[in-house]
T-cell receptor, first 118, second 116 residues
Framework: AQSVAQPEDQVNVAEGNPLTVKCTYS??????LFWYVQYPNRGLQFLLK??????LVKGSYGFEAEFNKSQTSFHLKKPSALVSDSALYFC????????????????FGAGTQVVVTP | KAGVTQTPRYLIKTRGQQVTLSCSPI?????VSWYQQTPGQGLQFLFE???????NKGNFPGRFSGRQFSNSRSEMNVSTLELGDSALYLC???????????????FGPGTRLTVL
């Protein structure tokens, strides 16, 4: 079975400060990890993904994420937050284990609300 | 390329009715997945279709069904609506080949269903 935990319901940060959104995962095989962002009354927008290779993944809008296998984590980071980054962020995992349970399915965390204040 | 489109964007129904939601994937994408998003349960996987075949199904009652057409467009149907079916229904498309496990899913704007 695959699962994702986002331990913080909300993260508050001042504009210009670094932003980190935490994510830990559990899978039986190798993880494929994704970050999405959702603005009010909108669908999910893809930010970045880790499949294999370099542990530091760069994505859209200045976001990056670091894959840490030993800590089973995939934290999202941005060096300097903007007010426009205020949104709901979702981490998701898909297990490479090869069972049909992972086909076409992303397992999402509960989401972290990011609030960036001017 | 045009993104994923979903129609309608908003729906209001009463208990016991049925509803059909539509999703048009990105051109060239053959996999369509459906998710239900609610404040209490978060994002939950409903089912996935690839080449007109359901490949995977989440833990939802049989009232929730779907299908995919030869042009990859997909519909989902909910029969005998309950109050608890009020949610944002999101569809996502991806390339889908080779089980699609490394695929990125691209989401539509969603259909907001309200059941009264």
């Amino acid at each position: 079975a695959q699962s994702v935990a986002q331990p913080e319901d909300q993260v508050n940060v001042a504009e210009g400060n670094p932003l980190t959104v935490k994510c830990t995962y559990s899978v039986s095989g190798n993880p494929y990890l994704f970050w999405y962002v959702q603005y009010p009354n909108r669908g999910l927008q893809f930010l970045l993904k880790y499949i294999t290779g370099d542990n530091l993944v760069k994505g859209s809008y200045g976001f990056e994420a670091e894959f840490n296998k030993s800590q089973t984590s995939f934290h999202l980071k941005k060096p300097s937050a903007l007010v426009s980054d205020s949104a709901l962020y979702f981490c998701a995992v898909r297990d490479s284990g090869g069972t049909t349970d992972s086909w076409g399915k992303l397992q999402f965390g509960a989401g972290t609300q990011v609030v960036v204040t001017p | 390329k045009a993104g994923v489109t979903q129609t309608p964007r908003y729906l209001i129904k009463t208990r016991g009715q049925q509803v059909t939601l539509s999703c048009s994937p990105i051109s060239g994408h053959r996999s369509v997945s459906w998710y239900q998003q609610t404040p209490g349960q978060g994002l939950q996987f409903l089912f996935e279709y690839f080449s007109e075949t359901q490949r995977n199904k989440g833990n939802f009652p049989g009232r929730f069904s779907g299908r995919q057409f030869s042009n990859s467009r997909s519909e989902m149907n909910v029969s005998t609506l309950e109050l608890g079916d009020s949610a944002l229904y999101l569809c996502a498309s991806s390339l889908g080949g080779l089980r699609g496990v490394t695929d990125t899913q691209y989401f539509g704007p969603g259909t907001r269903l309200t059941v009264l």
